[in-house]
């Protein structure tokens, strides 16, 4: 099996981005020690404070946030820094080359059922008509990332990632503490039988969404049989979806504060799109490509639809 460096090396990636990737995988390693002592390490349950998303900060959120914040602000190739869990941008070295955004852990919810769990990241080149600490640094669409992956923490810990090219998988060798390539690339099937969606949210979809689900639960002789697959926790359905195909979708509802769903364009949507389409499925908002969206706030929520491409093509004909 190959490392990661040379794999990226062979991919033609600028050592100083290799080198960029490095500083976020140390702090996956450690987040992802932490995570499988559990509870041994005293960071299991809640905070008493709330993020800028109005969650309920998990202790163990607050960790991961940290440790990327600090690796990554030492690392002098950083311009800039955004998280799921910061209310602004933080500026890291002037002039540095990148700027890097990330969700620390997505499922908190999972965090005290030892379910599902992830870090999500994306680098984009810095910009230099606009200050190190704007929001405007981080106002490009999805489609001019430089790198993309999350680390799924379970029975072995898994980064999936791209940096333009295929979508490739490593597994965190624990012997040695590198990441090794398992699966070089990936093949998402045009269309399966399976979804990952709340829908205990039905209720408050639009009748055109409603009507969707009535067709493939009811009707349909094309998807009957379709089956529900659902983690709570969107990195680790879109692995799945990655990994044997599916339809992941997160729609807008009529409840306050969801017209545009939960899932974040920066933080979620974007990496997780990319790492999707260069796998060969498809991932659309409303009908759009979500890697063509320009963002219009640094925490802009977006509805969303990521999976095999027939499956998301027929879910926007209800649109």
């Not at 996956?28 to 995570?35: D, L, N, Q, T």
């Not at 190739?77 to 933080?90: H, L, Q, T």
């Not at 969606?197 to 379709?226: C, H, M, P």
């Not at 060969?280 to 706030?297: N, R, T, V």
Request: aromatic share 8%.
């Amino acid at each position: 099996m190959q490392r990661l460096i040379p794999v990226l090396k062979r991919d033609n990636v600028e050592l100083e981005l290799i080198m960029l990737i490095r500083t976020v995988l140390a702090a996956s390693k450690e987040i992802s020690f932490r995570v499988s002592q559990g509870a041994l390490a005293g960071v299991l349950g809640s905070t008493l404070d709330e993020n800028i998303q109005g969650e309920v900060q998990k202790k163990l959120d607050v960790l991961a946030n940290q440790l990327l914040k600090d690796m990554l602000l030492d690392d002098d190739s950083v311009r800039a820094i955004a998280s799921e869990e910061e209310d602004f941008v933080v500026a890291g070295t002037p002039n540095a080359p990148y700027i890097v955004a990330f969700d620390p852990l997505d499922g908190s919810s999972n965090i005290d059922i030892n379910g599902q769990i992830g870090t999500i990241f994306t680098i984009y080149k810095a910009r230099n008509d606009v200050p190190d600490d704007s929001e405007l640094q981080f106002a490009q669409p999805g489609n001019q990332q430089l790198c993309a992956g999350y680390v799924l923490y379970g029975a072995s810990t898994l980064l999936m990632m791209t940096t333009g090219g295929p979508t490739r998988c490593y597994t965190l060798d624990s012997t040695h503490g590198g990441y090794l390539l398992t699966e070089n690339s990936f093949d998402i099937p045009l269309k399966t039988k399976e979804f990952a969606v709340n829908l205990a949210n039905y209720r408050y979809w639009s009748d055109s969404i409603q009507s969707y689900f009535n067709e493939i639960l009811y009707k349909s002789d094309e998807y009957a049989g379709s089956s529900m697959r659902w983690n709570a926790a969107m990195v680790g359905d879109i692995h799945r979806v990655i990994s044997r195909g599916g339809l992941f979708l997160y729609p807008q509802d009529s409840r306050s504060g969801n017209e545009n769903g939960k899932i974040r364009l920066l933080y979620e949507a974007n990496p997780l799109a990319l790492l999707v389409e260069n796998s060969g499925g498809q991932a659309s908002s409303l009908g759009q490509p979500i890697l063509d969206i320009q963002p219009s706030s640094l925490h802009q929520r977006v509805p969303v639809a990521i999976g095999s491409k027939e499956q998301v093509e027929y879910y926007n004909k209800f649109l």
